[in-house]
Every structure is written in structure tokens, then in C-alpha cells.
């Protein structure tokens, strides 16, 4: 009895779990059953709400699959139209390309000798506009080559002829780039300054060749504007240009860059080749070094000329006077004579060597400064040249070698150095010839002198 108790109660519960689910499904307000009667009732509602839903979807899933059969037939319906309508297209795709071939053939029938004639004025029209874009004469007249693109453009295509007035002004605009060619004009135009800023100045064209404005500054025309030069030709360049730009008529001196229609290459090329103290600059450290012992060695060799340019003086008086002076080399050597008469010839001739010995250090200081300096100069300028070709090959080792300019400019900025060595070199060569010159010239006074009073005391002491 108990057992049968727990399998009741375990059917309660499952029927009440069934029948709230049931009305949990139908969003319905659960209950609790009050009686076993009341649940029967409960469950058999439950059992048809969930067949009806069954049924229900079960509609749905049939409607479905025949809807989707005949999705399947419209589908292979218009495949089969398009097919069909894809090969109505080609056939007429065919029928066009004759008709076109015909039509081609019927155009090149009736151009005849015009064909050649558009070819040529097509080739005409491309050089002129390639001319036209980097030409001065469009810095006065912009936009012209905007015509012959449109121009080429047009007759590229072979259902377009070019009208009269077109090839006209073809004609036209070549006429005026020749006439303007020789023509200086003044005109009002937008400038770009060296610090970029942009104002309307007065400008002179000269020609295609140069334009510049009434400051003498020469003008580049890049892209359609004109930009004043950052770094300008040689100051008398400048002043011509300011005379011509100020001028009213009359013939006037100016500095034409002949390659100015090509772009002005032999301006800039002007323009950017260094100065003097550029390429001093160039040299580095060790330019720097060569510079200063040049300025030592000429200061020294100069120094030692007017040093002995003055002893030089002294002996040549000494040399008019029987007395001696002790102010000079030679009177010093005479002095000796003079301080010892009663001397024998030997021991005088050897005093006297030994004051020509004393005297002549004093006239040749410098001279193995000068000539060390002349022989270190070159070398000094061979190592600033190797230390920069290291550097010139470091880096085309990292760059590459794809610039020739690139790599000329580190040569030639490593060959400075060579150049400062000879510079320094060659003239301390000529200082020391000179300065050597002057001394071992006083010298041989010296030597002369003291041979002759040796011997004249040789002379007396024998009679």
C-alpha cells in the first residue's frame, strides 16, 4: 500500500509538471490541481493543445516545401530566359563588331590623306605642349597646354575629327611661342620669395631664357609659378639684371642662360657649384689644420725676410765701414780681428770660423721649419682625401650607387684636401728658396770677409 502511495504521488507530480509546462507554453497562469478528477482534466487538455500544435506545424513544414518547389521552378525558368537572352546578345554583339569593322573601313576609305595629316598634327600638338609646360612664355601666358592635351585627346579616338579653329590655333599658339622667344616684356605676375611667402611683383621676361625682377633677382619657373632663386648668380649678373629690369629702352648687358627654353639647367648648374669658402669648407678638420700651418709657414717666412732683410742692411754698412759694429753679423766676426791684432794666422782663421759658425744658425732659424712644413703640407692633404673617400664609400656602401652626383660630390669634396696640401706646400717651397736665398747670401759675406782678413794677417805676419 505504501508503494502504491509513492506511484501516486510520482503521477501527481509528473501530471502537474506536464500541465504547467502546457500552460507555460500558452503564456496561461498556472494552477494547482484541487482534486484527481481535476487533474485528469488538466492532462487531457494538455495532450490536445500539444496535438493541435503538432498539426499546425506540420502545415507550416508542407506549405514550406511546396513553396520552395516552386521557388526551384522559377528559378530553372529564368536560368533557361537568361540563356537565352545571353545568346540573343551575343549574336547581336557579333552583328555590331561587323557593322563597326565596316564602319572603320568606311571612315579610313573616306579620310584618305587626312589620316597622315591628324598624325602629324597629333606629334605637332605633343611636342608643342611638352615645350609649352616648362617654357618661360607660359610664365606671361599659363594654361595654353591645356588645349593640346584636350586637342590630343580628342583626336586619339577614331570617331572625333578636329575642326578648323582647332587646327588654327595650333598653328597659332607655335607662331606665338617663336614670336615671344625674342621678345623682353615686363608684366604683373604672382612671385614665390625665398621664404615662400607669395606676393604680385613686376617681372622681365627675357625671351624663353630668363626671367627676373626689377630687383635683379633671376626667377625659376617650376610647375606654372615663378619662385625667386635661393642662392643668386655672381653679384655683377645681379646688377645687369637690375638695369635691364629698370631700363626703359636701349641695349643693355645681361647674362642670357642659353639653356633657359630646356629648363635652365646651365643656371643652376652655376648656381649650385660652391664658392670659394665652400669648398674651403668642404675640406673639414683636416683642411682646417693644412689651413692654419700654411698661415704659420707664411707668417714665419715672411717674419724671417724682413729679419733678414734688415741684418742684410746692417752688413752692407759694415761692409763701408773699417770700424767694427757689434749690431751686425759681420761686425761681430770683425770684432775678433780687432780684440786679437798680435794673433797667429791660424788661431785667428779658426776664431774666425768659429764666429762665422755662431753667427750662421742665427741667420738660417726658420728654414728647417719652412721646409718640414712644405714636405708635410701634401701628405696632410693625402690623408684628408683618403679619410674622405672612406667616408664617400662608407656611403655608397649603405646607400648604393644609384646617383653618379651623389658619389662625384664625395669625390670631389675629398680631393679639397689635396688641393689645400699643394696650395700650402708649393708656396712655402718658393718662401724657403727665397728666404734660404737671403741667409746663406750674408753668409757668404761672412765667409768672404773672414777669409780675407785671415789672409791679409797671413800676409803681414810673413813680411
Known amino acids: 500500500m505504501k508503494a502504491l502511495n509513492t506511484i501516486f504521488s510520482a503521477l501527481v507530480l509528473g501530471g502537474a509538471l506536464a500541465v504547467s509546462g502546457v500552460a507555460m507554453a500558452q503564456d496561461a497562469p498556472a494552477r494547482d490541481a484541487a482534486s484527481l478528477e481535476e487533474l485528469l482534466g488538466l492532462v487531457k487538455q494538455g495532450q490536445a493543445q500539444e496535438a493541435r500544435e503538432n498539426a499546425e506545424r506540420e502545415r507550416r513544414f508542407a506549405a514550406d516545401k511546396a513553396n520552395q518547389a516552386k521557388a526551384l521552378q522559377d528559378a530553372k525558368a529564368e536560368r533557361t530566359r537568361q540563356e537565352q537572352l545571353s545568346s540573343t546578345l551575343e549574336a547581336k554583339f557579333e552583328e555590331n563588331e561587323l557593322l563597326v569593322a565596316a564602319k572603320q573601313e568606311q571612315l579610313r576609305e573616306r579620310l584618305g590623306s587626312l589620316t597622315e595629316l591628324f598624325g602629324h598634327l597629333t606629334a605637332a600638338a605633343g611636342d608643342l605642349s611638352s615645350n609649352i609646360e616648362v617654357s618661360l612664355v607660359s610664365s606671361q ?153 700654411g698661415v704659420f709657414a707664411f707668417i714665419l717666412a715672411i717674419f724671417r725676410l724682413i729679419v733678414l732683410s734688415a741684418v742684410g742692411a746692417k752688413v752692407s754698412s759694415q761692409l763701408k765701414n773699417k770700424t767694427a759694429n757689434t749690431n751686425n753679423p759681420l761686425g761681430r766676426v770683425l770684432k775678433i780681428h780687432e780684440d786679437n791684432p798680435g794673433m797667429d794666422a791660424e788661431t785667428l782663421e779658426l ?55 651623389a658619389m662625384a660630390g664625395g669625390i670631389s669634396s675629398a680631393l679639397v684636401t689635396t688641393v689645400l696640401g699643394l696650395l700650402v706646400a708649393i708656396p712655402t717651397v718658393l718662401l ?27 800676409e803681414s805676419s810673413g813680411k
Open 141 to 293: 601666358y599659363p594654361d595654353r597646354e591645356v588645349f593640346l592635351k584636350e586637342l590630343i585627346a580628342k583626336m586619339s579616338g577614331s570617331d572625333k575629327l578636329p575642326r578648323i579653329e582647332e587646327i588654327e590655333r595650333v598653328w597659332y599658339e607655335m607662331l606665338r611661342e617663336i614670336t615671344e622667344t625674342g621678345n623682353v616684356v615686363r608684366f604683373n605676375t604672382e612671385v614665390a620669395t625665398a621664404t615662400g611667402e607669395r606676393a604680385d611683383r613686376e617681372v622681365v621676361r627675357i625671351g624663353a631664357f630668363n626671367v627676373i625682377d626689377t630687383d635683379g633677382n633671376y626667377l625659376a619657373f617650376n610647375n606654372g609659378n615663378l619662385s625667386v632663386l635661393p642662392r643668386q648668380p655672381a653679384g655683377r649678373y645681379n646688377a645687369w639684371a637690375k638695369e635691364l629690369a629698370n631700363a626703359d629702352s636701349g641695349i643693355h648687358q645681361f647674362g642670357i642662360d642659353p639653356t633657359g627654353p630646356t629648363g635652365g639647367s646651365f643656371l643652376a648648374a652655376i648656381i649650385d657649384s660652391p664658392t670659394l669658402e665652400e669648398r674651403w669648407h668642404q675640406g673639414g678638420y683636416v683642411g682646417y689644420a693644412i689651413t692654419a700651418v
Open 432 to 458: 724657403h728658396t727665397i728666404v734660404n736665398g737671403r741667409a746663406q747670401r750674408i753668409i757668404h759675406v761672412l765667409n768672404e770677409q773672414a777669409t780675407g782678413i785671415v789672409a791679409e794677417h797671413s
Open 351 to 405: 776664431k774666425m770660423s768659429e764666429g762665422v759658425m755662431r753667427e750662421t744658425p742665427k741667420l738660417e732659424s726658420g728654414l728647417t721649419l719652412l721646409k718640414i712644413i712644405a714636405a708635410v703640407a701634401p701628405l696632410m692633404g693625402l690623408l684628408g682625401t683618403v679619410t674622405g673617400m672612406i667616408i664617400t664609400f662608407q656611403a655608397i656602401t649603405i646607400f648604393g650607387a644609384g646617383d653618379p652626383k
